[in-house]
């Protein structure tokens, strides 16, 4: 079922609805490591040049930032080899940036609760996973604000990769953090306000209005300037160092959480695809671009499936091998016989329509996060690969699946 409707000022919505999946089977479910608890996302790059991607996580509750190596299609599907990295209270992202450019990835954490600060791991020069990482703290961030993601993007044109980052709650900000001339000293960094936030979920860089600089592209799920959004990039100089110009996309009366982009209807400009909720209920809206200025939108409300849990995340990729966009969907509250991951097929009628969803994590596991679409185990297909940090163990505690990878079966 569609129905389009045409709102004031010319925005579309468009609804289209679902028959809740109940008769297909789970994906193999595949335990990457489940040692820590609270696993708080997954952050990939090949940082040993194996062709392979690897993984970063924070463990929130535990408390730790861990590294994964991928070992190969013929050991994927038992845990990964893995080391500590850091000791990181209330983290909340792990990702590889190569911070000093010395040729060895490192990974930057960031962390909410009374920690609120942004730690750097410089990998060691021999095997990540035996050499001796060192932790350090960028030092504008120290006690600053809820930091909640980052995204490595090279700012002002100059020596190393700077760092945005964004925050949630009391007087968050989305800002960058300046690269000294010397990487490693971690005092040498500066911050600079691109804006303020309310709960930033999603940081994407893009170049939006076509003019051959990047852009960011944000969810922000709380507070005045709640929806999807985008930050004007001014361009090289001293500019850089000024708030970037706002730009909404729309679902500013949703709480929107984790973002994809990709060019879902084929028209060859990237749609922006939201995991949103309001009201009880739960959606993924998919942003049609209709301009090259990144002005002008239309939206389709895709309803979440009666069986699933409360939006979380949506990743757009091919996951039957049709040839066209399909959606992940990941969930928290997925409680009471309701699902955490599924994914919704999409149709072979108009570009951009969905006809089914299917189960993919079961019955177990109930807040997920963010996903990856990434072959696992090299057979041709996209896998699931995301965490879970709520499922209780067989004592009871509320440690979680930890970072899983669920088996593409399509191939």
Partial sequence: MRIRLRLAGGLAVVLVGFVAA???????????????????????????????MDIATGWEEGGLTRVYLHPGPDRVRSPWPAVTIGTTPSVEDAVFVDLDADGHVDVVSCCEGATRTVFVHWAPADAPLH?????DVLGPTAGRMAFMF?????????????????????????????????PRDGEGYTWHQLGPAGWIMSLIAADMDGDGDLDVVTTDR????????????????????????????????????????????????????????RAGRSAVLVFD?????????????????????????????DLNGDGRHDLAISCEAADKGRRGVMWLEAGSGPAGSFL?????SGPAGIKFDRMELVDLDEDGDLDILTCEERQPDAQGRSRGLGVIWYENPHR
């Fill in 356 to 360: 089914q969803a299917w189960d993919v």
């Fill in 22 to 52: 109940t008769a297909s089977a789970a994906w193999p479910r595949h335990t990457v490591d489940n040692a820590s608890a609270g696993a708080d996302g997954v952050r990939l790059a090949d940082i040993n040049g194996d062709g392979r």
């Fill in 150 to 182: 980052c995204l490595p993007m090279q700012i002002d044109g100059r020596g190393p990769v700077d760092l945005i980052i964004g925050a949630k709650n009391e007087g968050a900000q989305i800002g960058w953090l300046r690269a000294p001339d010397d």
């Fill in 222 to 277: 709380k507070g005045d300037l709640r929806g999807c959004r985008w930050l004007e990039n001014p361009g090289p100089g001293s500019a850089q160092v000024e708030p970037w110009t706002n730009h909404f996309i729309g679902a500013r009366d949703w709480e929107v959480m984790f973002m994809d982009l990709a060019d879902v209807d084929g028209d060859g400009r990237d749609d922006a695809v939201v995991a949103a909720r």
């Fill in 131 to 135: 050499g001796v990482w060192r932790q």
């Fill in 289 to 317: 671009r209709l301009d090259a200025a990144g002005r002008t939108w239309d939206v389709r409300e895709i309803p979440f499936p009666s069986n699933a849990g409360i939006a979380k995340a949506v990743a757009v990729g």
